[in-house]
């Protein structure tokens, strides 16, 4: 929904309603964090930044209940173009807190914004969620965007 101007949804956008596997990950074993398949000690339970589910890979069933982002969008969302903000995604419904709305690549720019929220521990500097690698993202973007295009760091 555009009610602000007469521009059309961004070109590069790609609405998926299936889940799509991607190519397989090349995990590197020797992280100390695996720990057999157990997540570590030291993880957050509270407040996970990830989400575990069960796979192809697992003995359940389909229908386990923790297998939930392979289901697919459960939340109705409506694509809409925002005054001075460009465009976004809302939900048509209250979602209770918890609930999986959707899988959404944010593209550079979210990991440009969030990189102090989101940085991973592997220690690997190929690592693209890495905090030297996100830093180093953020200083290649205000290169070729200038000082006052630098999206705020929250």
């Given at each position: 929904?555009?009610?602000?101007?007469?521009?059309?949804?961004?070109?590069?956008?790609?609405?998926?309603?299936?889940?799509?596997?991607?190519?397989?990950?090349?995990?590197?074993?020797?992280?100390?964090?695996?720990?057999?398949?157990?997540?570590?000690?030291?993880?957050?339970?509270?407040?996970?930044?990830?989400?575990?589910?069960?796979?192809?890979?697992?003995?359940?069933?389909?229908?386990?209940?923790?297998?939930?982002?392979?289901?697919?969008?459960?939340?109705?969302?409506?694509?809409?173009?925002?005054?001075?903000?460009?465009?976004?995604?809302?939900?048509?419904?209250?979602?209770?807190?918890?609930?999986?709305?959707?899988?959404?690549?944010?593209?550079?720019?979210?990991?440009?914004?969030?990189?102090?929220?989101?940085?991973?521990?592997?220690?690997?500097?190929k690592c693209k969620y890495s905090a030297d690698t996100i830093r180093q993202t953020l200083e290649e973007y205000r290169l070729r965007h200038g000082e006052d295009d630098t999206p705020q760091e929250s």
């Open positions: 929904i555009n009610a602000i101007d007469d521009e059309g949804p961004p070109l590069d956008f790609q609405y998926v309603t299936q889940s799509v596997e991607t190519t397989p990950l090349n995990i590197n074993r020797v992280i100390s964090s695996l720990q057999m398949g157990r997540l570590a000690q030291e993880f957050n339970q509270l407040e996970p930044p990830y989400i575990f589910e069960c796979n192809r890979n697992c003995r359940c069933w389909t229908t386990c209940n923790n297998r939930v982002v392979q289901n697919g969008i459960v939340c109705r969302l409506q694509l809409f173009k925002t005054k001075g903000r460009g465009w976004g995604v809302k939900t048509l419904r209250d979602i209770p807190q918890g609930v999986f709305i959707c899988d959404f690549d944010y593209g550079e720019k979210f990991w440009v914004i969030k990189w102090k929220q989101f940085t991973c521990a592997c220690g690997s500097p």
